[in-house]
C-alpha cells in the first residue's frame, strides 16, 4: 500500500530551490511529490502538522564512527543511525576505522546492509583509503565502491606517504568519489593528547602543535591540485589551515572541508580540570582558531557541517587523561548547538546552514537528497526553532555518553525526522 506523508503548515527552508516560504509538502511513493500551499489531504495520507516548526531536507553527517564490527560497547550500526535519526540527521556516513577495517567489499557490503535492516537514518560506508587502514597498499577502490562505499579514507590513521595519497587522488577520480582525509603528521604530533600551548603546559600534558595538521593540510590540497582529484578535508581546527584552504579553493582546487560543532564552539580551555570528555583530535585550540573556524563556515570556506561522532564507554573516558581515547558524541547536539549559538544570534543565516547540513554534504559526496525538488527522495527533517532544552546524556539514544556539552541550554529541537516516506523518528 502506497505510504502518503502530508506535512502542513511548516516554515519549508530548501536552499537548493531558493524556498523560505510557509508551505505544504507532500510525500508519496518514498519520492517528494509536491510543495504548495493548501495541499488537501490525500485519503489515507498521515498528516504531520508542523505549524511553528521549520522543514528541510533531510539533514546529512558524513563524519560519523558506528564503531561496529568490534566495538559494539561504544555503538552500534543500529544504535547510531537511530541516534542520528534523533538528532535530525536522515543520512549518515559511516567511518571504515572499525575491527576489522572496512576494506573489502565484504565488510562495505556488511555496514550498508546493517545500515538498511536498521531501519532509521541512511548509512552509507566509507571505504579505507588503504589495506589494513596501514599506509601502505591502495585498497581495490572500484570493488569497494561497487560494493556501496560512497568515498575512501583512512581517518583516524593519517595518510603519511604523499605518494600513496596521490595515487589514491587518482584513481578515485575513475569512480567519480571524493578522498576524506584527517589531516595529521604524526612526526610532529606523536604522544600529543591535547593542543600545544600554555594550557597544555599548566596541565603537564604533551600537546599536538598546529603544524601538525597544517604541513598535512597544505600537501593534501597540493596533491588534489596536481592530480585533479576530489580532497574531503576533516575537522579543520586551526588558523592557517582555513587560509590554505580559502587560498586553494580560489585556484580552483577541488577541495571541500568540514567544520565540527565543537571546534567551533571550544577551546583548549574546555580540558582544564582535565577534562577527558574534552579529549579530541585534531584537539580544540586556542581563540585565534576558533574564530577561523567560525569565519570559514560563515563564509563556505568549510561548507560542510559534519559532527565527527566519536562514542566511547564511560570506563573508556574516566582513564587518566593520556590514557582516555580520544572524541565526543555530536549526533544529538549538533542541530541544537549550532542553530542557538549561530542562526538565533545572527551570525548566520537558517538558509545557510540547512545549506551546510544538507545540499552540501550531499554534493560533497554524491549522495542522493540534499533537497525537497519533486522527484527527490523522501527524506525530511522538522524541527522546533523555539523548544528549549538541556543537553542531558541520559536521554541519548546512542549507547554512549562522552559529550563536553551536557547542561548547556539550547534553543532548536528536532521533532520528526522522514526517511524515504516514512516517519523514522519522532519525539516522545
Same mark, same amino acid.
Given at each position: 500500500?502506497?505510504?502518503?506523508?502530508?506535512?502542513?503548515?511548516?516554515?519549508?527552508?530548501?536552499?537548493?530551490?531558493?524556498?523560505?516560504?510557509?508551505?505544504?509538502?507532500?510525500?508519496?511513493?518514498?519520492?517528494?511529490?509536491?510543495?504548495?500551499?493548501?495541499?488537501?489531504?490525500?485519503?489515507?495520507?498521515?498528516?504531520?502538522?508542523?505549524?511553528?516548526?521549520?522543514?528541510?531536507?533531510?539533514?546529512?553527517?558524513?563524519?560519523?564512527?558506528?564503531?561496529?564490527?568490534?566495538?559494539?560497547?561504544?555503538?552500534?550500526?543500529?544504535?547510531?543511525?537511530?541516534?542520528?535519526?534523533?538528532?535530525?540527521?536522515?543520512?549518515?556516513?559511516?567511518?571504515?576505522?572499525?575491527?576489522?577495517?572496512?576494506?573489502?567489499?565484504?565488510?562495505?557490503?556488511?555496514?550498508?546492509?546493517?545500515?538498511?535492516?536498521?531501519?532509521?537514518?541512511?548509512?552509507?560506508?566509507?571505504?579505507?583509503?588503504?589495506?589494513?587502514?596501514?599506509?601502505?597498499?591502495?585498497?581495490?577502490?572500484?570493488?569497494?565502491? @561497487?560494493?556501496?562505499?560512497?568515498?575512501?579514507?583512512?581517518?583516524?590513521?593519517?595518510?603519511?606517504?604523499?605518494?600513496?595519497?596521490?595515487?589514491?587522488?587518482?584513481?578515485?577520480?575513475?569512480?567519480?568519489?571524493?578522498?576524506?582525509?584527517?589531516?595529521?603528521?604524526?612526526?610532529?604530533?606523536?604522544?600529543?593528547?591535547?593542543?600545544?600551548?600554555?594550557?597544555?603546559?599548566?596541565?603537564?600534558?604533551?600537546?599536538?602543535?598546529?603544524?601538525?595538521?597544517?604541513?598535512?593540510?597544505?600537501?593534501?590540497?597540493?596533491?588534489?591540485?596536481?592530480?585533479?582529484?576530489?580532497?574531503?578535508?576533516?575537522?579543520?581546527?586551526?588558523?592557517?589551515?582555513?587560509?590554505?584552504?580559502?587560498?586553494?579553493?580560489?585556484?580552483?582546487?577541488?577541495?571541500?572541508?568540514?567544520?565540527?560543532?565543537?571546534?567551533?564552539?571550544?577551546?583548549?580551555?574546555?580540558?582544564?580540570?582535565?577534562?577527558?570528555?574534552?579529549?579530541?583530535?585534531?584537539?580544540?585550540?586556542?581563540?585565534?582558531?576558533?574564530?577561523?573556524?567560525?569565519?570559514?563556515?560563515?563564509?563556505?570556506?568549510?561548507?560542510?557541517?559534519?559532527?565527527?561522532?566519536?562514542?566511547?564507554?564511560?570506563?573508556?573516558?574516566?582513564?587518566?587523561?593520556?590514557?582516555?581515547?580520544?572524541?565526543?558524541?555530536?549526533?544529538?547536539?549538533?542541530?541544537?548547538?549550532?542553530?542557538?549559538?549561530?542562526?538565533?544570534?545572527?551570525?548566520? @543565516?537558517?538558509?545557510?546552514?540547512?545549506?551546510?547540513?544538507?545540499?552540501?554534504?550531499?554534493?560533497?559526496?554524491?549522495?542522493?537528497?540534499?533537497?525537497?525538488?519533486?522527484?527527490?527522495?523522501?527524506?525530511?527533517?522538522?524541527?522546533?526553532?523555539?523548544?528549549?532544552?538541556?543537553?542531558?546524556?541520559?536521554?541519548?539514544?546512542?549507547?554512549?555518553?562522552?559529550?563536553?556539552?551536557?547542561?548547556?541550554?539550547?534553543?532548536?529541537?528536532?521533532?520528526?525526522?522522514?526517511?524515504?516516506?516514512?516517519?523514522?523518528?519522532?519525539?516522545?
Amino acid at each position: 500500500m502506497e505510504r502518503i506523508i502530508l506535512i502542513r503548515g511548516g516554515r519549508v527552508v530548501d536552499p537548493s530551490q531558493g524556498v523560505d516560504d510557509t508551505v505544504d509538502l507532500l510525500l508519496a511513493e518514498g519520492k517528494v511529490a509536491r510543495l504548495a500551499q493548501g495541499i488537501d489531504a490525500p485519503e489515507g495520507a498521515e498528516v504531520v502538522d508542523a505549524a511553528g516548526s521549520i522543514v528541510t531536507p533531510g539533514l546529512m553527517d558524513v563524519h560519523v564512527h558506528l564503531r561496529e564490527p568490534g566495538g559494539e560497547h561504544k555503538e552500534t550500526i543500529a544504535s547510531g543511525a537511530r541516534a542520528a535519526a534523533a538528532g535530525g540527521f536522515t543520512t549518515i556516513c559511516a567511518m571504515p576505522n572499525t575491527d576489522p577495517v572496512i576494506d573489502s567489499p565484504a565488510t562495505v557490503g556488511f555496514v550498508a546492509a546493517a545500515g538498511r535492516e536498521a531501519g532509521a537514518a541512511r548509512v552509507y560506508p566509507l571505504g579505507a583509503l588503504s589495506i589494513g587502514q596501514e599506509g601502505e597498499r591502495l585498497t581495490e577502490i572500484g570493488e569497494l565502491v @561497487e560494493a556501496g562505499a560512497v568515498g575512501i579514507t583512512d581517518d583516524g590513521n593519517p595518510v603519511m606517504d604523499s605518494g600513496l595519497m596521490r595515487l589514491a587522488l587518482d584513481y578515485a577520480q575513475a569512480f567519480e568519489i571524493p578522498v576524506a582525509d584527517h589531516c595529521e603528521d604524526l612526526g610532529l604530533s606523536h604522544g600529543g593528547v591535547m593542543n600545544e600551548g600554555v594550557v597544555s603546559a599548566r596541565l603537564g600534558l604533551k600537546g599536538k602543535p598546529n603544524a601538525s595538521e597544517d604541513v598535512h593540510t597544505v600537501r593534501d590540497l597540493l596533491l588534489a591540485e596536481l592530480t585533479g582529484g576530489r580532497i574531503h578535508l576533516q575537522h579543520v581546527s586551526t588558523w592557517y589551515g582555513v587560509q590554505a584552504i580559502r587560498r586553494a579553493k580560489a585556484r580552483g582546487v577541488r577541495v571541500t572541508a568540514e567544520a565540527t560543532p565543537h571546534h567551533l564552539l571550544l577551546t583548549e580551555d574546555a580540558v582544564d580540570g582535565y577534562r577527558t570528555d574534552a579529549k579530541m583530535n585534531p584537539p580544540l585550540r586556542t581563540n585565534r582558531d576558533v574564530e577561523a573556524v567560525q569565519e570559514g563556515f560563515l563564509d563556505g570556506t568549510l561548507d560542510v557541517l559534519a559532527t565527527d561522532h566519536a562514542p566511547h564507554h564511560y570506563d573508556e573516558k574516566e582513564q587518566a587523561f593520556d590514557d582516555a581515547p580520544f572524541g565526543i558524541v555530536g549526533l544529538e547536539t549538533a542541530l541544537g548547538l549550532v542553530h542557538t549559538h549561530f542562526v538565533r544570534t545572527g551570525k548566520l @543565516e537558517l538558509s545557510t546552514l540547512v545549506e551546510r547540513m544538507s545540499r552540501a554534504p550531499a554534493e560533497a559526496f554524491g549522495l542522493p537528497g540534499g533537497t525537497l525538488e519533486p522527484g527527490a527522495p523522501a527524506d525530511v527533517t522538522v524541527f522546533d526553532p523555539q523548544e528549549e532544552w538541556v543537553v542531558d546524556p541520559t536521554e541519548f539514544l546512542s549507547l554512549s555518553r562522552n559529550t563536553p556539552f551536557t547542561g548547556e541550554r539550547l534553543t532548536g529541537r528536532p521533532q520528526v525526522t522522514i526517511v524515504g516516506g516514512r516517519v523514522v523518528w519522532r519525539r516522545g
